[in-house]
Nanobody, 121 residues
Framework: VQLVESGGGLVQAGGSLRLSCAASGRTFRSLAMGWFRQAPGTEREFVAS???????YYTDSVRGRFTISRDNNKNLVYLQMNSLKPEDTAVYYC????????????????WGPGTQVTVSS
């Protein structure tokens, strides 16, 4: 599975960004998709995940501000990020697993190279 993120950038606090991830190499509908992030000096952490049918799960710090979605016809997954805060600054990674469950993922089978999101105060 190959994953490629896009849509990162610099935004002011309170602003919005939408990340996209293009997947290839395996039937997209068979994959549960997710997003992780890693800030400098910290471990990579789970952000959100979505099943093939659209069930979603979020970490507490982004619930209500971020929305994960997917387009199974285009092999794309999105992360809409609203009300961004400086503490959301990180490299955001697209992730894929063979199954979805309603909890934070401890790891992922497949990773994208990441895209930088910087939120200025």
């Amino acid at each position: 599975v190959q994953l490629v993120e896009s849509g990162g950038g610099l935004v002011q606090a309170g602003g919005s960004l939408r990340l996209s991830c293009a997947a290839s190499g395996r039937t997209f509908r068979s994959l549960a998709m997710g997003w992780f992030r890693q800030a400098p000096g910290t471990e990579r952490e789970f952000v959100a995940s979505i099943s093939w049918s659209g069930s979603a799960y979020y970490t507490d710090s982004v619930r209500g501000r971020f929305t994960i979605s997917r387009d199974n016809n285009k092999n794309l997954v999105y992360l809409q990020m609203n009300s961004l805060k400086p503490e959301d600054t990180a490299v955001y990674y697209c992730a894929a697993n063979g199954f979805w469950y309603s909890a934070e993922w401890p790891r992922s089978e497949f990773w994208g190279p990441g895209t930088q999101v910087t939120v200025s105060s």
